[in-house]
């Protein structure tokens, strides 16, 4: 039985898709990342499984039952987009006020997760309008977390953290899908996905554009290469193996490529390579592969 | 449930304490009022100043035919009493859903394992018990004040009936409100919306009572089925009255949770 499963999802907003038959499942131990730009329909998704918003067809089963009831968001942690809390109550008391939706499940990991995320007590004591927006995102998480869920649910985790708690989030979400939580991990930064999710759903307009292990993600990315050479750029670029396509213009070329690089570097080493830049592939690079591929499929 | 209700208590305490407070207070001084100034002779001369049409307003209506009991009734019946618990009422009903989705913190606390219906009922029951304060703190200012000024008190049995008048009115302009935020997601404008219909329903109360010719108007007006006079004075039962304010909050407070039951959040 899957923790989360997701069938032929759609959500119309008048004339507005917000999304449009979506299906993924998410089993027990797995970090599944939700991939996709703004306005792409994730925090649709998400409201949607916790019943905030009603879709207009499809369904979601949690832990094989409907969502609609209640008890079943005990099982789930959430931590949403747009993180808002009272600002009248104490870092402390927010905790606590969560905390006790759940009397069967006790805030176990809330001191862990205070220490992994640096949070002080002096910083709990104050009130939340007096806490800048990092701290309150911890707290977010904190409150997501803190009661050891089966299932946890996280839309753009990370704004607002800095490197070092990043990285200590990453840790606590890798921990939690090793003693066998499943995570839910919606984000538009393909770095940060790429970091912990085993899976990842690419959505793009409403849609569910690919499925896909983050492996096989990665050999169909599409990675783009800048490079200026002394003298004219090598005019075969083209043909090494795993470039889809090069522009060359005088001594610099934009060189796309795709799955195992080894090759076009070991061409560039035979050239004269003045500066070479590599970015990180950007979201709308992955886009541009499976575009092309569903051009290919169509053709 | 208790867990919201707890968290409603110490949000608005304060805010509903001192309004009761404010209230007794009032009640106790339209009581200090009436024992130290002759305000039924001066009203009385007020009286025979004033345009034909208002002397019935001056007098019967408002005022008890001007004796010291009817200004006591009175005093449930001034502008200060009234907007005060329609201020409770609208504030706690607005901030109920719409002020809540205003602040965002909405889709965090449905997000807990808690039902809608258990989230509407919270809020429900906390304005129940804030009204029920309030209400309970007009009429021990009118009690304290009658023992200290050593007024004849009013029957228990008939300040106790007027508790419950003036309760299910603030209960209907609470359900009325909570319509509209249920609807809403801006508890500012719900308010202003609820404020305006309150104002207009007591314009309409004054009109109808000063004009013959607008008196057709009297039952579209919440006030209508509100009788300080009639309870205290004349010991009417008023049974119509609330049976009305009552099925009015209930059909409202039914329609409100339908309606929330089936709205996005936000």
Redesign the interface.
């Known amino acids: 039985m899957s923790n989360l499963q997701v069938s032929n999802l759609s959500k119309r907003y008048g004339k507005v898709q917000a999304l449009r038959d979506a299906s993924f499942s998410l089993e027990a131990g797995e970090i599944f990342g939700y991939l996709g730009p703004n306005g792409a329909g994730k925090t649709t998704t998400l409201r949607i499984i916790l019943g905030l918003v009603r879709a207009t067809s499809g369904e979601v089963r949690l832990f094989g039952k409907s969502t609609m009831h209640a008890e079943e968001r005990a099982a789930m942690g959430f931590l949403p987009g747009e993180l808002r809390l009272y600002s009248d109550m104490t870092g402390l008391a927010t905790l606590s006020y969560f905390a006790r939706y759940r009397p069967e499940r006790p805030p176990v990991l809330r001191e862990k997760l205070l220490e992994a995320f640096g949070v002080e007590r002096s910083v709990l004591s104050r009130k939340i309008k007096f806490l800048s927006h990092g701290t309150k995102q911890k707290i977010g998480l904190i409150i997501a977390m803190q009661h050891d869920p089966d299932l946890l649910l996280l839309d753009e985790p990370t704004t607002g953290l800095d490197p070092l708690v990043q990285q200590a989030f990453r840790e606590s979400v890798l921990d939690f899908a090793r003693r066998g939580r499943a995570v839910f991990f919606s984000s538009h930064v393909l770095s940060e996905v790429e970091a912990v999710c085993g899976r990842v759903a690419i959505l793009r307009a409403g849609g569910i554009v690919a499925v896909e292990s983050i492996d096989n993600l990665r050999g169909k990315m599409l990675r783009r290469l800048k490079a200026r050479f002394r003298g004219a750029a090598p005019a075969d670029l083209a043909r090494t193996t795993g470039v889809t396509s090069a522009e060359i213009l005088g001594n610099e070329a934009v060189v796309w490529v795709q799955g195992d690089v080894n090759p076009l570097l070991r061409r560039l080493a035979q050239a004269d390579v003045e500066n070479f830049v590599f970015p990180e592939p950007e979201l709308e690079d992955i886009f541009m592969s499976y575009y092309r591929e569903g051009k290919g499929a169509d053709a | 449930m208790l ?1 919201l209700f707890r ?1 409603l208590a110490a ?1 608005h305490a304060v805010f509903v304490i001192v309004c009761a407070l404010i209230f007794a207070a009032f009640e106790f001084l339209i009581c200090a009022l009436v024992s130290t100034i002759d305000i039924g002779a001066a009203l009385k001369e007020l009286r025979k100043s004033a345009p034909p049409f208002m002397q019935s307003m001056l007098g019967e209506e408002f005022f008890g035919n001007l004796t010291s009991r009817g200004m006591l009734a009175f005093g449930w019946n001034h502008p200060m009493a009234v907007a005060l618990g329609a201020a409770i009422a609208i504030v706690l009903a607005s901030r109920a859903v719409a002020g809540e989705i205003e ?3 909405m ?2 606390v ?6 809608r219906m ?1 989230y509407l009922g919270s809020h429900v029951a906390f304005a129940l018990a804030a009204l029920s304060a309030l209400s309970l703190g007009g009429a021990a200012g009118t009690t304290a004040g009658q023992s200290f000024y050593s007024l004849r008190v009013f029957e228990s049995s008939a300040l106790l009936k007027l508790s419950m008048n003036y309760f299910l009115l603030q209960c209907a302009w609470f359900s009325l409100t909570l319509v509209f935020s249920v609807f809403g997601r801006e508890g500012g404008r719900v308010s202003g919306a609820a404020f305006l219909i309150a104002l207009l329903s007591y314009i309409i109360q004054v009109i109808g009572k000063l004009l013959p010719a607008a008196t057709f108007l009297l039952p579209y007006s919440l006030y209508n089925y509100y009788s300080p006079q009639a309870i205290l004075i004349e010991s009417k039962s008023e049974a119509s009255s609330f049976s009305v304010l009552f099925v009015f909050s209930a059909v409202c407070l039914g329609f409100a949770a339908w309606r929330f039951q ?1 709205r ?3």
């Not at chain 2, 449905?110 to 039902?115: C, G, I, R, V």
């Open positions: 867990n968290r949000r602040i965002g913190a889709e965090l449905l997000s807990q394992p808690l039902s258990k089936r996005n959040i936000p």
